[in-house]
């Protein structure tokens, strides 16, 4: 009888990427109702999620929005249709 083959091994985690070394106090953030914030290209999404929680935490009541990369590259209907406008 063959000895049983051990279990394979769990798939590893990639590596944490770090996506800013200085911390961000985000109550220092001025916000108004309907800002955009653009966000470094490449964020993890998880980072951007946590963010956003951090400034609903910090600035309840008030909207923003968050970009990850060239808000450029944001057709100019879909912009609209979130109600800014590119001057």
Not at 29 to 49: K, S
Not at 52 to 72: M, N, Q
Request: aromatic residues 6%; charged residues 25%; hydrophobic residues 40%.
């Amino acid at each position: 009888m063959k000895p049983a083959a051990p279990p394979p091994a769990p798939p590893s985690k990639p590596p944490r990427v770090v996506t800013y070394t200085k911390r961000i106090d985000v109550r220092q953030i001025r916000l108004c109702d309907g800002d955009v914030l653009v966000l470094p290209a490449g964020t993890p999404r998880e980072e951007i999620l946590r963010f956003g929680e951090a400034l609903k935490a910090a600035h309840a009541g008030k909207r923003c929005y968050l970009v990850s990369g060239d808000i450029s590259m944001i057709p100019e209907a879909e912009m609209n249709a979130a109600g800014w406008y590119r001057k």
